[in-house]
């Protein structure tokens, strides 16, 4: 694979997650994780793939609802490994 094939395929995880955050699907932000998954965000450590779904869910049936992933789509790629 080449750095540019990476890059897509990070991309596209990312926008997947964007979507799934706009139309506030918990069970669509979470596919792409792996069962034993880790999440730290702003004030909560996630455990697994399906504690990521239970708090996303819970998080756009209350104080996430209807918010969108605007300010998520900052982000840029940097290489950890040779390029």
Known sequence: ??????????E????G???A???GDADAFAADHRDDATA???GSYRRSKEDVRENMA???ASFLKGSTS??????TLSAVGPA
Do not use: Q
């Open 1 to 10: 694979m080449t750095r540019s094939h990476d890059e897509a395929a990070i």
């Open 17 to 19: 997650v964007y979507k």
């Open 12 to 15: 596209g995880v990312l926008e």
């Open 70 to 75: 605007i300010i998520m789509r900052k982000h």
């Open 40 to 42: 730290i965000l702003p």
């Open 58 to 60: 819970a998080g756009f």
């Open 21 to 23: 955050w706009d139309a």
